[in-house]
T-cell receptor, first 114, second 113 residues
């Protein structure tokens, strides 16, 4: 069975600085999709960024980028120029190519200090 | 507004009771997923429906059941409620073949007292 591990329960960063959140996963599939979701205090789940496993190029969405290392089964999220509004829980998620089900990690709580 | 509507937003009920959570998916989405998020935990997959039929089942208790209606809205029924069922219940939807992630509703906060 596939699993997603987020080993950092909490992280903190100074405003305008850069922070990286870690995620590893375990799968025997070769084709799959990876996601980062943000959950602010409002509890809404917001898609931040997504990556297709067959693409070698790392996805980027404005200040958010990923470092996808397929062989290492690692999918870290880098947030550049951190803003106070980035403070939230961040969840890494995996979806296999033959299923629609998302498997989530346990989350990393990010604090942003002014 | 994500386009996925969940009602009610909050629900407080007593142990042993039964409740129904409702979800309307985003327009055009045929799949509906239900997830449970206990306090400060990750999201646990409960069940998926696609165009009215059950597609996949996760860690859903026998006391819980769901269905998807012809108009594609879905209901999650929770019965014989226990204190441990207190959680945030999310509904999400997506389109067939879309590799993107889901669109989530804002959740229903269930408190069992």
């Amino acid at each position: 069975a596939q699993t997603v591990t987020q080993s950092q329960p909490e992280m903190s960063v100074q405003e305008a600085e850069t922070v990286t959140l870690s995620c590893t996963y375990d799968t025997s599939e070769s084709d799959y999709y990876l996601f980062w979701y943000k959950q602010p205090p409002s509890r809404q789940m917001i898609l931040v960024i997504r990556q297709e496993a067959y693409k070698q190029q790392n996805a980027t969405e404005n200040r958010f980028s990923v470092n996808f290392q397929k062989a290492a089964k690692s999918f870290s999220l880098k947030i550049s120029d951190s803003q106070l509004g980035d403070a939230a829980m961040y969840f890494c998620a995996y979806r296999g190519s033959n299923t629609d089900k998302l498997i989530f990690g346990t989350g990393t709580r990010l604090q942003v200090f002014p | 507004d994500s386009g996925v509507t969940q009602t009610p937003k909050h629900l407080i009920t007593a142990t042993g009771q039964r409740v129904t959570l409702r979800c309307s998916p985003r327009s055009g989405d045929l799949s509906v997923y239900w997830y449970q998020q206990s306090l400060d935990q990750g999201l646990q997959f409960l069940i998926q429906y696609y165009n009215g039929e059950e597609r996949a089942k996760g860690n859903i208790l026998e006391r819980f059941s769901a269905q998807q209606f012809p108009d594609l809205h879905s209901e999650l029924n929770l019965s014989s409620l226990e204190l441990g069922d207190s959680a945030l219940y999310f509904c999400a939807s997506n389109r067939q073949g879309a590799w993107g992630g889901y669109t989530f509703g804002s959740g229903t906060r269930l408190t069992v007292v």
